[in-house]
């Protein structure tokens, strides 16, 4: 993986954020193993279950593929440094994700999806076999696996690795099968889990998966369908925008959270609008003022769970998701607004 293509993508990032994405994806390029319970991306629970891959432009020649536009509200509120949008676009392929068990056939496809659009939507792809797995003990639909390459396709990983997987329902991984997986760089502030590689499509060699419906895998057997995946790849780059996502910081100093957040706002809070995650809260917020960043003036933000109370006022440190949704950019960027916390971040940034 190309940690300078992943800086340019997360713009305008920079200073800690360089250094948390180098510290993570050297985890992922190493040869130590890992040992984790639950990782939860970023954002609603309901993102986990629909698949979503990066708007594609491929580069060389295919049988089809076809992308999506987004567009972003203008921000209404703002301080004096200002802070770039950072864009998430993105295409659901498939709904509904069919569970275990479902005849392969059921499976539903955007028109035009098939082999190479799989390809072109994943920064990483990789061969190789599941060590072991465990369900998540939050969420019914995620379980992760340890995986360890024997084939790097398309990032930096190297042959012998053993990297954290998360699936989705549906996506069943079983210990000690062989599979082919086409995954993204992930990480979650929630479980406090600093990287994942999210399943994007994925083929197995003992079973078919529902991606094997697909035209250029349609009929094919596992190493067929490998060597397609190689051929295409060496010809073709990654392009899309999703190289990874809800990285945050891990440092427990207040001014580096500072430094690494997009976003310092003061809001009241008008709602709780969701709750039926375990382990986060979605809000709906009144921005009061901006510190740093800009912001329209009510953004909906997703924190760590019951963090804020309807009607309380509170200082926030947060990032970007898409559009007008916002994370917390760390386990400690909640403060009330009168707090000794709050007061000190006022006057770092006043």
């Given amino acids: 993986m190309d940690i300078e293509e992943i800086k340019k993508e997360l713009a305008p990032r920079e200073g800690l954020r360089e250094e948390a994405l180098e510290r993570v994806l050297a985890k992922g390029r190493g040869n130590a193993r890992f040992h984790f319970r639950a990782a939860l991306i970023c954002g609603f629970a309901a993102i986990a279950v629909v698949v979503l891959g990066a708007v594609l432009i491929p580069k060389g020649e295919k049988p089809s593929a076809e992308a999506e536009n987004t567009q972003r509200p203008e921000p209404t509120l703002s301080s004096t440094e200002s802070s770039a949008d950072s864009t998430a676009q993105s295409t ?177 809070v008008n709602e709780t609008f969701y709750d039926g995650t375990p382990d986060r809260t979605s809000y709906t917020c009144e921005a009061l003022e901006c510190l740093k960043g800009n912001t329209a003036k009510t953004i909906d933000v997703v924190a760590l769970k019951h963090a804020m109370e309807p009607g309380g006022e509170y200082l926030m440190l947060l990032t970007r998701s898409w559009e007008e949704l916002y994370t917390v950019s760390s386990r400690n960027s909640v403060f009330p607004a009168e707090s000794p916390e709050a007061v000190q971040i006022a006057a770092m940034l006043g």
């Fill in 92 to 268: 659901a392929r498939r709904t509904p994700k069919p569970e275990m068990g479902t005849d392969v056939s059921l499976a539903e496809f955007a028109e035009g999806t098939d082999l190479f659009s799989l390809i072109d939507s994943a920064s990483v792809i990789i061969k190789g076999i599941v060590e072991s797995t465990v369900e998540s003990e939050t969420l019914d639909f995620v379980s992760y696996a340890e995986f360890t390459v024997t084939e790097c396709i398309r990032g930096d990983i190297g042959p012998g690795d053993t990297v954290p997987v998360r699936a989705n329902l549906g996506e069943k991984l079983r210990t000690g099968n062989e599979y082919l997986l086409m995954v993204n760089p992930m990480a979650s502030v929630f479980e406090g889990r600093e990287l994942f590689y999210q399943i994007d499509s994925y083929f197995s060699s003992v079973h078919d998966t529902e991606f094997s419906v697909l035209e250029g895998a349609k009929g094919a057997g596992f190493e067929e369908i490998v060597e397609k995946v190689r051929a295409y790849a060496a010809d073709n780059e990654y392009s899309g925008s999703d190289v990874g996502r809800g990285f945050y910081c891990t440092s427990e100093d207040i001014k580096d959270i500072v430094d690494y957040s997009e976003i310092v706002v003061r809001v009241r």
